[in-house]
């Protein structure tokens, strides 16, 4: 069993930076691939992006590419997504996931955060 902590969250002016945080507790984080999914008011959950267990492959959502990072540290037990040139369409709650499948559907991911509470504004 893991479980999943999201830290990091809050309220930022447009083209802010955040970087959220999710340690796992459990010995298997380092053999899950991980990713962050986000779920804004009266929208479905939707994929941001992923990175895998091994080499670090990432996937990132066209509408965040080139503006997040997804990075991870085996030994901490911990993936970080750095927000910059924040959005108020990026407003959301962000999820934590992880699993050992790879894709950008929920199916993919076995284990989920609680949320934090991500919100763009001036």
């Known amino acids: 069993q893991v479980q999943l902590v999201e830290s990091g969250g809050g309220l930022v002016q447009p083209g802010g930076s955040l970087r959220l945080s999710c340690t796992a507790s459990?010995?298997?984080?380092?053999?899950?691939?991980m990713a962050w999914f986000r779920q804004a008011p009266g929208k479905e959950r939707e994929f941001v992006a992923t990175?895998?267990?091994?080499?670090?492959?990432?996937w990132y959502a066209d509408s965040v590419k080139g503006r997040f990072t997804i990075s991870r540290d085996n030994p901490k037990a911990t993936v970080y997504l750095q927000m910059n040139s924040l959005k108020p369409e990026d407003t959301a709650v962000y999820y934590c996931a992880g699993g050992t499948g790879w894709g950008n559907t929920l199916n993919k991911y076995t284990y989920w955060g609680q949320g934090t509470q991500v919100t763009v504004s001036s």
């Open positions: 990175i895998s267990w091994s080499v670090g492959n990432t």
């Open positions: 459990g010995r298997t984080f380092s053999t899950y691939n």
